[in-house]
């Protein structure tokens, strides 16, 4: 079998809400096809440009940002980098001027409202979130290549082979049993044969920086979800909550930055009620900041974004001398179960329903979780297959194509499970386990290939045609 190489930061991207294949990996197709126009030094014969959305990505494309992302994308933005107070604008001038500055250098004739097709009743063989970019050149010749974003903001060209190894890795994983012979066989925890591999592509302290570069987004995210107040953009009215919780457990009190307010949560108790609430918080908080189209990390989608955050800020805040290092050990480990189930099955809700967003997440947070607590290398996979267990057959049905209902709450039900499931976990003899973790890998790749399509991020079943859009005026 061949093995394929996975990265963290494969499996964390820093990007812009609401959705990551959805938004950020169209944004990131659209770069490509510039990229790719610029290096034939096409750029500059361009004369008009179609961008035709299929299956997944035009049925809930206008409520996920797709063409948003798009425009973006096109015009030469990166997610990482573009200031978020000035997305709006930016749309708003090219909608206006009906032009497009491709790459940011060349602009050519764009009307966003015709030149962008959502095929709502077409879709492509390869995958639901399919977008195919149409040129013409100042000498009459056309380009058309397709792009498919396949979760996570993940992307791949028609045609390319995907993912596949460019390193060659000291310890090759594609499921969790190579996982726990490597652990065996070296005697390393989880997260040093995850540090072991990332050492074939960057040096060691480069990868410690990018891990807290993730986590330091996760905490700004956290904290500005936790201090603003008001509606979801959308229609739907939804209001935030986050802010308002935060406040009545801290009794109002503000504070000047992120390290004054985690001392004022550390230092309200430790009883259930206090800390439950806090988890809760916490994922609401990202998941807010994600339907506002904010800055998020992708973990390992931005639908399931507040999951990881959460629990690893439950780690941090209630749990005595958490240090840096300790956190990068918590993402790697936790990055790694996700690579196995984007190896294994998919981590696409248009492609497995939430059971591959949410339950995918809470998988990795609780395994994550299950080591940094000291739990052994077989206890913590018992506690990621404990977590992903009880999310199988979990439907994606967004109401109106918003990332908004039911997901944020989802994300709060996800970091809850990872928790108990770490508890289960470290409370139980690994010998217990009936059902291993690639098992419940495949079950969950089973189940998303008999769910039906109307569960799988399309907005036509479930919550999605149930909810009246009345609710959006409670």
């Not at 959705?19 to 490509?32: F, K």
């Not at 609430?277 to 990202?286: G, H, I, K, R, T």
């Not at 997440?361 to 607590?373: N, Y």
């Amino acid at each position: 079998m061949a093995h394929e190489a996975i990265s963290v930061f494969d499996m964390f991207k820093i990007g812009i809400g609401p959705s990551s294949s959805h938004t950020l990996g169209p944004w990131r197709a659209a770069q490509r096809f510039t990229d790719a126009l610029r290096a034939q030094g096409r750029l500059e014969a361009v004369r008009s440009l179609r961008v035709l959305l299929y299956g997944s990505l035009a049925k809930t494309g206008k409520g996920h940002g797709t063409d948003v992302a798009v425009l973006l994308g096109l015009a030469g933005e990166d997610p990482v980098t573009v200031p978020v107070a000035s997305l709006d604008g930016k749309i708003a001038d090219i909608g206006a001027a009906r032009r497009l500055t491709l790459a940011g250098t060349f602009a050519i004739d764009f009307d966003p409202a015709t030149d962008i097709e959502f095929l709502m009743t077409e879709s492509l063989p390869f995958h639901p979130n399919a977008l195919s970019f149409l040129a013409t050149f100042a000498d009459g010749t056309a380009l058309s290549d397709t792009y498919y974003s396949i979760g996570g903001g993940f992307v791949v060209k028609e045609g390319e082979t995907q993912g596949k190894a460019a390193v060659q890795l000291p310890f090759p994983i594609n499921t969790a049993d190579d996982l726990l012979h490597w652990c065996r066989k070296t005697g390393l925890t989880i997260n040093e044969v995850v540090a072991e591999n990332e050492s074939a592509w960057r040096p060691e302290a480069d990868t410690r920086a990018g891990v807290l570069r993730i986590w330091q987004v996760m905490q700004e995210c956290v904290y500005r979800g936790c201090q603003t107040e008001g509606t979801l953009p959308g229609g739907l009215n939804v209001k935030r909550r986050a802010a308002g919780l935060a406040g009545r457990l801290l009794h109002g009190q503000t504070f000047d930055s992120y390290d004054a307010w985690i001392e004022a949560i550390r230092g309200g108790g430790n009883h259930f009620q206090y800390i439950l609430d806090w988890v809760s918080c916490f994922a609401l908080a990202v998941n807010e900041e994600n339907a506002s189209f904010s800055r998020v990390v992708t973990a390992p989608t931005n639908g399931a974004a507040g999951v990881i955050p959460a629990v690893l800020h439950y780690y941090r805040v209630f749990f005595p001398d958490v240090t840096d290092d300790k956190v990068v050990q918590f993402l790697l480990t936790a990055s790694e179960i996700g690579s196995i189930f984007k190896k294994g099955a998919t981590i696409s809700a248009a492609m497995g329903g939430c059971q591959a967003e949410i339950g995918v997440s809470s998988s990795m947070a609780a395994g994550a979780l299950t080591e940094a607590l000291g739990g052994s290398q077989r206890q913590a996979l018992m506690a990621a297959e404990i977590a992903m267990e009880h999310h199988l057959g979990m439907t994606c049905d967004p109401i109106a194509g918003l990332v908004q209902v039911p997901c944020i709450e989802r994300n709060t039900m996800g970091a809850i499970k990872a928790i108990t499931a770490s508890q289960l976990a470290l409370q139980s003899a690994p010998d217990y386990a009936k059902v291993s973790l690639d098992a419940v890998v495949d079950t969950m790749w089973a189940t998303a290939l008999d769910m039906n399509s109307k569960y799988k991020e399309t907005a036509e079943g479930g919550l999605a045609i149930n909810i009246p859009l009345s609710l959006s005026e409670c």
